[in-house]
């Protein structure tokens, strides 16, 4: 039912001035015979003048929710007055529930069961074990592992010998780890040997007082840096009796600190007491009516609060069962909830647009669970999600870490995120007030205090501080600075205080409340707070302090905003990939930053800041950009993540930032050729009519063929077949890592006879790492079906950007490849893949069509392989080529720079440009390091001897290029001379095609000096001889012209190859073979 407010106001004007009219004449009429008349009209005036029709409307509409609530919310508030009482907390509440479920399953962890006995005993355990290294009551231990029922179990122990556990974010490293053990001065490190290397890194900050233990929880190694205790030996051995410190706790004791990102930098550590613990469960459980019998499902990180505070709560206070994932995988959701017969489970926002985003599957509906909580879910797809999976109820909640003012759906009110009463406000202290959106400052009246906002006005979410209830108590953080920067004051009345939550909500006139945005200098992404301030410096400090913003930005159909860092490049010398590389090193994935747009120049506002709202405005679209700004997308396309974010129904109905291309069905019976096309954003795909890429579960875009098709993305995952012109690869959770053991294949079946070539581009490529320049682990590779298997390396460790031509034959009438990423570890790992099949034929078709998106341009047939005769399509690689530069200037990286592989031996080609011949190959210390056999192998090697089992071979390298000397190349420098302690450029001159060749032995014992190659190359004319000035795109066009004027069946064009190519000698003359299969230089 609608509802004008507007209307119902100018309505109450006017009957509350004709009531008031009525009332005054019958008073004066009727004199003190009908006071009691009078008084009821009077009273019903005053009703009028203080809420009128709109309080009957708000009272009819949310009177049944708001009475349900109270009474659920008086119901926790009692619960917590009795056990204040009786001085409770978490370790004596848990122990008097295992006095009755002693034996009921506790938690489910892949194949095993805990009982709550179990677990008693386990926290026992360790309880005894601290008390006995000497460690008291009050005393902080930072816990930094991987999801298991040991987890909990770790800091119920220490909470049970009165000791404070800091869960740490498994995702920190270097200085966000060191912070984050450091701040709360932890006297012990207990670690999952799976983040032994995070750890290590930090052992000589952490090291730092001498005081600091550390123990590991799985495989220790007594040769490794840290000198750690096997804990899960210790516990073992430890005592399974009661701790003499079980009952020595209090109800208002520091039970653990949970982390989060803020204004101020570096992570903070909230405070969780042992009563916040216990009300932030409880009211969980009794706002959306948990049962008794519930069993759990999270996948969510224990050190974070939704899985590690709310979802164990509901374990350790009330004996709900709980089934717990180490990390999250939507293709397992709903399988391990059948698997553990699980009734309820949690979420955040990115988790459900991830399991809409996986195929239709049985299982969405075969599954128990009725009830879902947790936050962030979108508006967009709450219908869509609740009815595929049959989800009864969604608790969506909002809340933070530390603060006062949480609120929760109890009533399923589509987006909504809870609800503030407006029968009776007064009796949850909570509100939203105004602020200005610029500066994010509380807008006051005259007497200083906040304005409240007004319905469907945008204010931030505050809480009123009442420090003897707990319900309304703020503990903040263990930086008593930060704590003081989350209070204000003077918010309802003089004198009071309340809670500054830093968000942005919107509220109806029912008092519905709905998430909107975050103030202040922190966003949100992939369901993580990011701190923009922390960013920022890190990104300073690894570009030399140039001058830097970092901010979110919306992307249509994304949850939350997507980082973006402006930098200041006035001479475009950042490099990109060695910025990436450091912050990789350094940040969580979540906190990079998807965007990065270099700027000629960065103005300062008046009092000398950054000028970041009018940046943050500007979003990612270059087309806004004030600045002469170029950008870059640093993790992911954008298209990717409007692909992965939308779903199902908004594909089919086109509500997306590219809009779909839409035409009358006649046009897909209108045949065109299925050629390669490119999107609005510049990402190729394949031209299909608009029925066909809807058969292919395609998305559609930009128009192609002169309007008759789209431009259609493909993409596929794991155990599937395809025959598209172009497809994407992608892991089952893309952009998201997985993690399970998998064997993931694709099989590319060829589309064409006239498909000579594939070429692979790895958008993402992140594997395990090699052991000693073997694939052990993860790895990547391809394997052919109906000809000779084909020469493509092994491949693992991180190989973003690559890319790779493999050559096919041509002369088979069934041809397929299968691309195989075989996860056989228990590693993260990410890829993303484009698989455009390349046609080498020349074509003379007529009346092709010119538009963007057709092979014919100016009335001339589409040549694949005639250099920059038309847009970049991809183009055929040289045979013998596994990579092909066709710019005037690059970088060449060898595979996993950093470690590269063993048993590589493959050629790298470069297109050589029109009036060139001259290159020249460069590559700093930090850039180039292949073994080699002499003494020093920082040195620079050169010539066969030296460079004799790993090399990169660079024909007729010289000083200048003029008399070259050797062309192998290997050590610690890259440098034309040999036994160099410094690198310089090697030059060459060598005519005919430009070709590297890499090559490295089976054997690797040490990899200090195996990282392999950055280099950098660059074309030029400078000191060239005359006959050298024949441009290679004039000798094509010479053959291209003898083809176009004769009759002939031939299929491509092979220029006579030179041998030895390190010769210096000129080119000899093109000449055109019947009946030839492929195209060289």
């Not at 700027?599 to 000398?608: F, P, Q, R, S, V």
């Not at 000096?1009 to 024949?1030: A, H, I, W």
């Not at 299929?1051 to 492929?1078: C, D, F, G, T, Y």
């Amino acid at each position: 039912m609608s509802f004008n407010l507007t209307a119902i106001n100018d309505r109450n004007k006017f009957l509350m001035k004709t009531l008031l009219f009525v009332a005054i004449i019958i008073g004066l009429i009727t004199g003190p015979a009908i006071a009691l008349w009078k008084a009821l009209i009077l009273v019903f005036v005053l009703h009028l003048i203080t809420g009128g029709y709109r309080f009957a409307w708000v009272f009819y509409n949310t009177v049944g929710r708001d009475l349900k609530s109270l009474i659920r919310f008086k119901r926790t508030q009692l619960f917590l007055y009795i056990l204040k009482r009786q001085n409770a907390t978490v370790p004596k509440l848990f122990t008097k529930l295992c006095r009755k479920h002693s034996n009921r399953v506790l938690f489910y962890f892949e194949d095993q069961k805990w009982t709550f006995g179990e677990i008693d005993e386990f926290s026992n355990r360790v309880a005894n074990l601290f008390l006995e290294y000497g460690y008291h009551p009050g005393q902080e231990v930072a816990l930094f592992m991987d999801n298991k029922p040991e987890y909990v179990g770790i800091w119920l122990g220490l909470a049970k010998a009165g000791l404070v556990t800091a869960l740490i974010n498994t995702n920190l490293r270097a200085d966000q780890l060191i912070h984050s053990v450091t701040v709360v001065k932890c006297k012990a490190l207990i670690f999952g040997s799976e983040l032994s290397a995070a750890v290590a890194e930090a052992i000589p900050a952490l090291n730092g007082n001498g005081t600091m233990q550390y123990f590991c929880f799985g495989d220790t190694d007594p040769n490794g840096v840290i000198k750690a205790k096997p804990l899960k030996q210790l516990i073992g051995e430890s005592s399974c009796d009661r701790p003499s410190t079980l009952n020595r706790g209090n109800f208002n004791d520091r039970l653990f600190y949970i982390y989060t990102s803020g204004t101020t930098g570096l992570p903070k550590a909230a405070i969780i007491k042992h009563s916040r613990y216990i009300w932030m469960g409880s009211a969980i459980k009794n706002m959306i009516k948990l049962r008794d019998d519930d069993v759990l499902y999270t996948s969510l990180p224990l050190y974070h609060l939704a899985g590690g505070t709310l979802g164990t709560c509901q374990c350790l206070i009330y004996g709900n069962s709980m089934a717990i994932r180490n990390k999250f995988s939507a293709s397992n959701f709903w399988k391990d909830c059948i698997k553990y017969n699980c009734t309820a489970a949690q979420y955040i926002g990115e988790i459900c647009r991830y399991l809409l985003a996986q195929k239709p599957h049985p299982s969405d509906k075969q599954h128990n669970v009725r009830i879902i909580f947790g936050n962030g879910l979108r508006p967009k797809i709450w219908k869509e999600f609740t009815q595929r999976f049959a989800i009864k109820q969604v608790g969506e909640l909002y809340g933070s870490t530390e603060g006062n003012a949480n609120i929760i759906n109890v009533d399923n009110k589509e987006g909504s995120c809870g609800f503030i009463s407006q029968i009776a406000p007064f009796l949850y202290p909570a509100t939203l007030v105004r602020v200005k959106e610029s500066t994010g400052e509380h807008v006051r009246d005259k007497r200083g205090l906040c304005l409240k906002a007004k319905p469907y006005e945008t204010g931030e979410f505050v809480g009123k501080i009442i420090d003897s209830d707990p319900t309304r108590a703020f503990d903040g953080y263990a930086n008593k600075e930060a704590t003081k920067k989350k209070i204000i004051y003077d918010v309802f009345n003089k004198g009071d205080k309340a809670f500054a939550s830093g968000d942005l909500l919107t509220m109806d006139e029912f008092g519905y409340l709905y998430f909107k945005d975050r103030t202040g200098d922190t966003y949100r992404w992939k369901g993580e707070n990011v701190s923009t301030m922390e960013i920022e410096s890190i990104i300073s400090k690894l570009i030399h302090l140039v001058d830097c913003v970092v901010y979110g930005v919306e992307v249509p159909g994304c949850e939350g905003r997507a980082g973006m860092a402006a930098i200041l490049d006035e001479k475009n010398g950042l490099d990109l990939n060695k910025l990436l590389q450091n912050l990789k090193k350094v940040l969580p994935s979540f906190a990079i930053p998807v965007f990065i747009r270099m700027c000629k120049c960065l103005e300062m506002t008046g009092t000398h800041k950054l000028p970041k709202n009018s940046l943050q405005n500007e979003g990612y679209d270059p087309n806004e950009f004030n600045n002469n700004s170029r950008l870059v997308e640093n993790e992911f396309s954008l298209m990717d993540q409007l692909i992965d974010s939308e779903s199902p129904s908004e594909r089919m109905n086109g509500s997306r930032m590219f809009p779909f291309f839409q035409r009358p069905s006649l046009l897909n019976v209108v045949r065109f050729p299925n050629e390669e096309c490119f999107d609005a954003s510049n990402q190729s795909g394949t031209c299909y009519s608009p029925m066909e890429c809807k058969k292919l579960a395609g998305v559609s875009s930009s128009p192609c063929a002169r309007g008759l098709g789209v431009c259609c993305i493909v993409s596929r995952s794991c155990h599937n077949t395809t025959s598209n012109k172009v497809v994407y690869f992608k892991n089952p959770n893309y952009p998201m890592s997985d993690g399970q053991a998998d064997f993931c294949d694709l099989n590319v079946n060829i589309y064409d006879t006239d498909v000579c070539q594939l070429r692979l581009d790895f958008l993402a490529f992140e594997l395990d790492a090699p052991t000693l320049g073997n694939c052990l682990g993860d790895k990547f590779y391809i394997s052919s079906s109906g000809f000779a298997p084909l020469s493509v390396p092994t491949l693992c460790g991180i190989n973003r950007n690559q890319h790779m031509f493999i050559s096919l034959p041509r002369d088979l009438p069934e041809r397929s490849a299968t691309i195989v990423f075989d996860t056989n570890s228990v590693g993260d790992y990410r890829w993303h893949v484009r698989i455009t099949q390349i046609d080498c034929n020349f074509r003379n078709k007529k009346n092709l069509l010119s538009d963007r998106n057709s092979r014919q341009f100016g009335g001339a047939p589409y040549i694949p392989f005639f250099p920059r005769a038309h847009p970049p399509f991809s183009l055929p690689a040289p045979m013998g080529c596994l990579q092909y530069f066709t710019q005037a200037s690059g970088t060449i990286d060898s595979f996993n720079f950093g470690e590269y592989l063993n048993n590589m031996d493959y050629g790298i080609c470069i297109e050589r440009q029109p009036n060139t011949c001259r290159v020249t190959f460069s590559a700093s210390d930090f850039m180039w390091s292949i073994d080699s056999t002499q003494s020093d192998r920082s040195r620079s090697g050169t010539g066969d001897d030296t460079c004799d089992n790993d090399y990169l071979m660079i024909p007729g390298g010289s000083q200048r290029g003029d008399h070259p000397t050797r062309d192998r190349y290997c050590g610690g420098r890259l440098n034309y001379a040999p036994d160099m302690v410094s690198d310089a450029p090697v030059v060459t001159k060598a005519n005919g095609p430009i070709v590297l060749r890499f090559h490295s032995d089976p054997f690797q014992i040490d990899p200090t000096y195996k990282e392999g190659f950055r280099l950098r190359y660059e074309q030029s004319s400078t000191d060239c001889m005359p006959q050298y000035n024949v441009p290679p795109t004039q000798v094509v066009a010479q053959v291209v012209a003898q083809y176009l004027n004769k009759e002939s069946d031939i299929q491509s064009i092979e220029l006579e190859k030179h041998e030895p190519i390190v010769h210096l000698s000129r080119p000899s003359a093109p000449h055109v073979r019947s009946n030839a299969k492929h195209f060289k230089f």
